[in-house]
């Protein structure tokens, strides 16, 4: 990220990032948890899906959005994407935000998403559904290591999972097609796994039929309890950040496509009305 001058120093909402839809279900539960807070929402649907995308692509499509939160007013960025937590978060936080300003942040979503699963699995033995480049990534099974040395972690990626989200085709038949031949794929892998984490952000929109092809004694855990209740955490740990952050109840959300069919699909999936801008990364 080249040096930026001349940021807001004053403090703003919370920015949240997501390649599409899928950080709404991030924010919907920190929103949840913390509606005094203001929130700055960019969904990339113009790029997304990120999850086939290389190392260097997703670094420069995040990076691009980090700075234009951090533009925006923002002092506290969460990365609401496993991909670009996978991929891209490490770079950002050692290599961009060092030159930038040392008093912003940028949290990602893996951490506080293992972080409970010692305690949920009693087999030891845990899925991972997420996309290409979070499996390849290797991040679940070595954040889980780090934490959890005696579970066994499976991973199976979802190639089509998030576009069916993107292209609003995830009510449809079509899309159990996939749903179950990877769900499947996965439990044939280890038919021992008790616990699936869903590993990316969009795949809280397919719960429905997802509940419908995992057996029963299996959980399915989603993110975005974990990660509202970490980011409290982290406020209240970091009573300087929380200075930063304004609470004016507010909610703003951009896109890098059409404006109308954000607004229409994210108004559905949040059960209210929003309003959305369109803008452009560089
Ligand atoms: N929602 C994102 C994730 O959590 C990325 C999905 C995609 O763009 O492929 O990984």
């Known amino acids: 990220m080249s040096k930026i001058y001349h940021l807001p120093s004053g403090p703003g909402p919370i920015g949240i990032f997501d390649s599409g839809y899928g950080g709404l279900t991030i924010y919907r539960e920190i929103h949840r948890l913390m509606p005094e807070y203001d929130y700055l929402y960019v969904g990339d649907n113009a790029r997304a899906p990120y999850g086939t995308r290389s190392f260097d692509v997703v670094y420069e499509f995040t990076r691009q959005a980090v700075n234009y ?3 925006s007013g923002c002092h506290l960025v969460i990365l609401a994407c496993n991909t670009a937590s996978a991929k891209a978060l490490r770079s950002i936080q050692q290599l961009d935000l060092p030159t930038l300003d040392a008093r ?3 949290l990602g979503i893996i951490r506080p998403t293992v972080e409970c699963i010692g305690d949920i699995t009693k087999s030891r033995h845990v899925g991972v559904l997420a996309t290409e480049g979070t499996i390849k990534s290797m991040s ?3 954040e889980i ?6 579970i066994k972690v499976t991973g199976e990626a979802c190639p089509m999972w998030a576009s069916l989200v993107e292209a609003n085709e995830h009510h449809n038949p079509g899309a159990d097609y996939f749903i179950e031949r990877d769900i499947y794929r996965l439990l044939d892998k280890d038919p021992l796994i008790d616990t699936i984490i869903l590993g990316c952000t969009h795949y809280p929109l397919l719960l429905e039929k997802i509940r419908k092809y995992v057996p029963a004694g299996v959980e399915v855990l989603t993110q975005g309890t974990a990660v509202a209740h ?3 955490n982290y406020l209240d740990r970091h009573t ?3 200075a930063l952050c304004t609470k004016g109840e507010n909610s703003a959300f951009c896109t890098t ?4 069919r954000f607004r229409e699909q994210a108004s559905r999936f949040l059960n209210h009305p929003i309003r959305a801008n369109k803008i452009t990364l560089i």
């Open 240 to 242: 300087e950040m929380d």
């Open 104 to 106: 912003r942040r940028v």
């Open 140 to 142: 679940y099974p070595l």
């Open 69 to 71: 939160l951090f533009q």
């Open 230 to 232: 970490s980011l409290r």
């Open 145 to 150: 290591r780090k934490l959890f040395p005696d």
């Open 257 to 260: 496509e059409a404006d109308d």
